[in-house]
């Protein structure tokens, strides 16, 4: 088989990325070693509930938002229905160590009003937050249209130095309020004395500037994928794991799989990169080169319930709220806890949003998270496919009981019934990441992310360990990846053009 | 301390090492991107190796990027490393 472009990998970025090439007219195969396509973003139907797994809430669909331009771009926007949360929507947050509740809205002026109503003698603080969001945005290309792409992704941003920690602590002393300011954070992962302003205010930007449903969840994204790759005539080989990249006079040739070989002249990696090393001939990257990418920092995993409800009307307040439980201070994503359940927690509830009349109110399911370490399940670690240990089924029941408890106690939910979990185990097998981390490699301080580029002419990476986290993050490395290939600046005003 | 003549055998053991150089090729004048063949993105490779090995950061692109030959990039590490020690 014969391609101009192989992208290895089905996720977004996978999906960007050959939208992106067959709009430049290139033949691209799609490879993913599962039998559906679409990683994160796919959903799965229990007792005919279908629960999203990496998709809740998106930023960035807005007039003029980057992943709504990119979209238009593509040719996938037509083939969504989008909701905007209305201004009553929010990101309702229980700190809780003191019980007190903030409201997040979505909104530059409502959150600043709320937080100044409850933090009254932090007012300058909050405004200068909120400021420093806004100017590092406005210097960020994907923010601010205007911008060339290029001089963004060869130099860092002077802000990529200042830590997320220093900063807040600056402006508060008090400890709810910097874990309100820190709360974005369990949207990339990162934890805050780790964090960097630059990525915080990257993902806390886009939610202050609106949030955004959309019907059918990630699924809905997928399938406007699959539908405008087929159109475009993109194979998608599912079922297919690539064993390695084939090399020929230090030029990539194309990949072999289980199946096969494919030859083309440029391959897309958006998987792990630490798993790439495995793929690629010896000799081909240099030692230094295989140490940072083994030594990158992941983030931490989730531990998910997905359940039901016997009641579902008492859900209502869900349709627009996401509930969150977050301790005081700057402990948001700490998962070294005797009794984690007494961390960070989500309840959400996306599929309460779908404005499909045809969904009965029993089929809009429930979702309570919160971070977990690998450690919790290192014990019952087996390998992918085999049979897990029966300790672990017991483990998991019990850690879904305790946060069940936990939902009650903040929120009142007393009847959801589990349908599924969702462990560190079960992110590394269905996601295929290291240790369950759900955001893949840390947008930490001190540490730098592997760029599009490699050694290898021809071999390019993607995926959110390389440009940003999430699917705003994922979708535009694979817009990035395939301008690497293309041309930046020509590809990046093509998209500009549908703003 | 670790002097500076020690700073330079270790940055020299680094490079052969990590970059799997030949070691008659590492003298000071010699130029990275030309006589060593690295290239901008074994740069940052460079970097993490150098932090990790002297357990300090290399933050300042600038003075980074103003690196030509070896012998530049000894005189940047002993500089670090005499502002880290300066420090503690």
């Known amino acids: 088989m014969k391609a101009e472009v192989v992208v290895i990998g089905s996720g977004i970025s996978g999906l960007t990325a050959a939208a992106s090439l067959t709009k430049r007219n290139r033949q691209v195969v799609i490879v993913e070693r599962n039998q559906k396509p679409g990683g994160a973003l796919k959903h799965f139907v229990r007792k005919g509930i279908p629960f999203d797994v990496g998709f809740h809430y998106s930023g960035c669909l807005g007039s003029g938002g980057i992943l709504r331009v ?15 949360f209305p201004s009553e929507g929010n990101d309702s947050l229980i700190l809780r160590n003191s019980e007190k509740s903030v409201q997040a809205f979505f909104s530059y002026e409502r959150l600043e009003d709320e937080l100044q109503q409850a933090f009254p003698n932090e007012a300058e603080g909050i405004a200068t937050y909120l400021k420093a969001l ?44 910097q874990a309100v300011l820190a709360s974005p954070a369990f949207l990339y992962g990162v934890p805050p004395r780790q964090a960097g302003l630059a990525v915080h205010a990257m993902v806390a930007h886009a939610f202050i500037s609106g949030a955004y449903a959309i019907d059918g969840g990630g699924q809905a994204i997928v399938d406007a994928f699959l539908a405008t790759l ?47 090393l495995d793929l690629v001939p010896d000799g081909i990257f240099r030692k230094a080169f295989y140490n940072r990418i083994r030594n990158l920092i992941n983030t931490d995993s989730m531990f998910v319930v997905f359940g039901a409800v016997d009641d579902p009307g008492s859900l209502d307040d869900l349709t627009w709220v996401n509930h969150y439980a977050i301790p005081s201070g700057l402990d948001i994503l700490d998962v070294n806890l005797k009794y984690p359940e007494e961390s960070a927690l989500l309840m959400t509830a996306p599929g309460r949003r779908y404005s499909d009349s045809a969904l009965s109110d029993a089929q809009r399911g429930i979702i309570l998270m919160r971070p977990a370490s690998w450690d919790e399940v290192a014990p019952f670690s ?70 599009a580029r490699t050694r290898l002419s021809g071999l390019w990476l993607s995926g959110q360990g390389t440009l940003m986290t999430g699917i705003v993050g994922a979708s535009l490395s694979g817009l990035v990846t395939a301008g690497e290939i293309e041309g930046l600046e020509p590809l990046w005003d093509e998209v500009r053009q549908c703003r | ?35 060593l063949g690295l290239d901008s993105l074994d740069a940052v490779d460079m970097v993490v190796a150098l932090e ?37």
């Open chain 1, 134 to 177: 806004r100017d590092i945005c406005a210097s960020i290309p994907f923010y601010n249209l205007d911008l060339s792409l290029t001089p963004f992704l060869r130099a860092p941003l002077s802000s990529a130095k200042i830590g997320l920690a220093p900063f807040l602590t600056s402006l508060t002393k008090d400890p709810d309020l």
């Open chain 1, 70 to 84: 990119l979209w238009e771009y593509l040719g996938v926007w037509s083939h969504l229905r989008v909701h905007p």
């Open chain 2, 1 to 35: 301390m670790i002097s500076d003549e020690q700073v330079r055998r270790r940055v020299t053991q680094i490079m052969a090492e990590e970059f799997e150089l030949e070691p008659e090729l590492l003298q000071p004048d010699a130029t990275l991107y030309e006589d």
């Open chain 2, 52 to 88: 990790k090995a002297f357990g300090m950061k290399m933050t300042d692109e600038e003075a980074v990027r103003a690196v030509r030959t070896l012998g530049d990039l000894f005189e940047l590490v002993c500089r670090l490393k005499n502002q880290q020690a300066a420090k503690e």
């Open chain 1, 382 to 451: 087996v390998d992918s496919g085999k049979a897990r240990p029966a300790s672990y089924k017991r483990w998991k029941a019990q850690s879904a009981d305790r946060l069940l408890d936990q939902a009650k106690k903040l929120w009142g939910y007393s009847r959801i019934e589990p349908l599924a979990i969702g462990s560190p185990l079960t992110f590394r097998d269905k996601l295929g990441v290291p240790g369950g981390a759900v955001y893949g490699v840390q947008h930490c301080l001190n540490q730098y992310n592997p760029g």
């Open chain 1, 230 to 276: 087929a159109e475009a005539g993109v194979d998608i080989l599912t079922g297919q794991e690539v064993e390695s990249v084939l090399v020929k006079e230090n030029q990539v040739a194309g990949v072999k799989t289980s199946e096969g070989e494919i030859y083309a002249s440029h391959v897309i990696y958006t998987g792990h990169p630490t798993s790439l």
